[in-house]
Protein backbone atom coordinates (compact mmCIF):
# COMPACT_ATOMS: atom_id res chain seq x y z
CA UNK A 1 0.00 0.00 0.00
CA UNK A 2 3.01 2.37 1.09
CA UNK A 3 4.26 2.15 -3.16
CA UNK A 4 0.69 2.78 -4.26
CA UNK A 5 0.72 5.82 -2.03
CA UNK A 6 3.91 7.35 -3.32
CA UNK A 7 3.07 6.07 -6.80
CA UNK A 8 -0.08 8.28 -6.22
CA UNK A 9 1.47 11.31 -5.10
CA UNK A 10 4.02 11.28 -8.17
CA UNK A 11 1.68 10.99 -10.66
CA UNK A 12 -0.97 13.86 -9.13
CA UNK A 13 2.61 15.98 -8.69
CA UNK A 14 3.39 15.55 -12.15
CA UNK A 15 -0.28 16.14 -13.31
CA UNK A 16 -0.44 19.39 -11.76
CA UNK A 17 2.85 21.00 -12.37
CA UNK A 18 2.55 20.11 -16.23
CA UNK A 19 -1.32 21.13 -15.96
CA UNK A 20 -0.18 24.43 -14.33
CA UNK A 21 2.71 24.83 -16.70
CA UNK A 22 0.33 24.63 -19.62
CA UNK A 23 -2.23 27.01 -18.78
CA UNK A 24 0.49 29.61 -17.67
CA UNK A 25 2.21 29.09 -20.62
CA UNK A 26 -1.00 29.07 -22.89
CA UNK A 27 -2.39 32.10 -20.69
CA UNK A 28 0.54 34.47 -19.98
CA UNK A 29 3.72 33.30 -22.31
CA UNK A 30 2.16 33.80 -26.14
CA UNK A 31 4.87 34.64 -28.18
CA UNK A 32 5.50 37.24 -30.95
CA UNK A 33 5.18 34.72 -34.42
CA UNK A 34 4.97 35.75 -38.33
CA UNK A 35 1.38 36.76 -38.19
CA UNK A 36 0.84 38.24 -34.58
CA UNK A 37 0.76 36.41 -31.32
CA UNK A 38 1.25 32.89 -31.40
CA UNK A 39 1.25 30.39 -29.34
CA UNK A 40 4.03 29.29 -26.63
CA UNK A 41 6.75 27.00 -28.68
CA UNK A 42 6.69 24.54 -25.31
CA UNK A 43 2.64 24.84 -24.93
CA UNK A 44 2.01 21.67 -27.03
CA UNK A 45 5.00 19.61 -25.39
CA UNK A 46 3.64 20.45 -22.18
CA UNK A 47 0.10 19.65 -22.67
CA UNK A 48 1.18 15.86 -24.18
CA UNK A 49 3.16 15.15 -20.63
CA UNK A 50 0.00 16.03 -18.86
CA UNK A 51 -2.14 13.92 -21.33
CA UNK A 52 0.25 11.34 -20.62
CA UNK A 53 0.46 11.68 -16.74
CA UNK A 54 -3.56 11.46 -16.98
CA UNK A 55 -3.64 8.36 -18.84
CA UNK A 56 -1.28 6.84 -16.20
CA UNK A 57 -3.46 8.46 -13.52
CA UNK A 58 -6.76 6.92 -15.14
CA UNK A 59 -5.24 3.12 -14.85
CA UNK A 60 -4.44 4.23 -10.98
CA UNK A 61 -7.68 5.97 -10.34
CA UNK A 62 -8.91 2.18 -11.59
CA UNK A 63 -7.01 0.48 -9.09
CA UNK A 64 -7.28 2.67 -6.28
CA UNK A 65 -11.63 2.10 -7.22
CA UNK A 66 -11.29 -1.64 -6.96
CA UNK A 67 -8.73 -1.64 -4.10
CA UNK A 68 -8.46 1.54 -1.62
CA UNK A 69 -12.34 2.51 -1.47
CA UNK A 70 -14.35 -0.83 -0.87
CA UNK A 71 -11.79 -1.36 1.90
CA UNK A 72 -12.72 1.92 3.50
CA UNK A 73 -15.58 3.12 2.59
CA UNK A 74 -17.12 1.95 5.66
CA UNK A 75 -15.26 4.21 7.87
CA UNK A 76 -17.80 7.21 8.05
CA UNK A 77 -15.18 10.01 9.35
CA UNK A 78 -13.02 10.27 5.88
CA UNK A 79 -15.87 8.98 3.69
CA UNK A 80 -17.25 12.34 2.70
CA UNK A 81 -13.18 13.51 1.44
CA UNK A 82 -13.03 9.81 -0.36
CA UNK A 83 -16.64 10.67 -2.22
CA UNK A 84 -15.27 14.15 -2.88
CA UNK A 85 -11.98 13.01 -4.32
CA UNK A 86 -13.50 10.03 -6.54
CA UNK A 87 -15.72 13.22 -7.69
CA UNK A 88 -13.30 15.40 -8.63
CA UNK A 89 -10.59 12.76 -10.32
CA UNK A 90 -14.24 11.72 -11.96
CA UNK A 91 -14.88 15.05 -13.21
CA UNK A 92 -11.69 15.40 -14.38
CA UNK A 93 -12.04 12.80 -17.01
CA UNK A 94 -14.91 13.90 -18.55
CA UNK A 95 -13.94 17.36 -18.60
CA UNK A 96 -10.47 16.30 -20.15
CA UNK A 97 -12.39 14.41 -22.77
CA UNK A 98 -14.85 17.08 -23.32
CA UNK A 99 -11.70 19.20 -23.87
CA UNK A 100 -10.61 16.97 -26.59
CA UNK A 101 -13.77 16.96 -28.52
CA UNK A 102 -15.90 20.68 -27.79
CA UNK A 103 -14.63 23.34 -30.51
CA UNK A 104 -17.30 26.27 -29.18
CA UNK A 105 -14.95 28.91 -27.90
CA UNK A 106 -16.89 30.15 -24.79
CA UNK A 107 -18.08 26.09 -24.22
CA UNK A 108 -14.81 25.09 -23.87
CA UNK A 109 -13.49 27.90 -22.35
CA UNK A 110 -15.97 27.44 -19.11
CA UNK A 111 -15.08 23.66 -19.49
CA UNK A 112 -11.48 24.81 -19.65
CA UNK A 113 -11.50 26.63 -16.20
CA UNK A 114 -13.90 24.26 -14.29
CA UNK A 115 -11.01 21.84 -15.30
CA UNK A 116 -8.43 24.00 -13.86
CA UNK A 117 -10.30 24.70 -11.13
CA UNK A 118 -11.04 20.96 -9.96
CA UNK A 119 -7.13 19.99 -11.11
CA UNK A 120 -5.86 22.99 -9.15
CA UNK A 121 -7.84 22.42 -5.89
CA UNK A 122 -7.58 18.00 -5.92
CA UNK A 123 -4.21 18.23 -3.73
CA UNK A 124 -4.95 20.11 -1.71
CA UNK A 125 -8.48 17.80 -0.72
CA UNK A 126 -6.34 14.86 -0.76
CA UNK A 127 -3.85 16.10 1.75
CA UNK A 128 -6.77 16.95 3.94
CA UNK A 129 -8.25 13.55 3.41
CA UNK A 130 -4.79 12.04 4.53
CA UNK A 131 -4.26 13.97 7.07
CA UNK A 132 -7.72 13.65 8.57
CA UNK A 133 -6.97 10.09 8.63
CA UNK A 134 -3.96 10.15 10.37
CA UNK A 135 -5.39 12.06 12.96
CA UNK A 136 -8.37 9.46 13.06
CA UNK A 137 -5.86 6.47 13.46
CA UNK A 138 -3.94 8.67 16.25
CA UNK A 139 -7.17 8.89 18.26
CA UNK A 140 -8.22 5.66 17.91
CA UNK A 141 -4.83 4.40 19.76
Do not use: C
Amino acid sequence: MQKLKIWLYIIITLLWISGLTFFILKTWFQVPGEFGITTNPYQYTSLQVHGFFALIMMVTFGYVLGTHVPKVFKLKPTRVLGVLLVAIVSFQIITAYLLYYIVEDFTRDVIEYLHLGAGISLPFILIFHIYRNKLIKEKDK
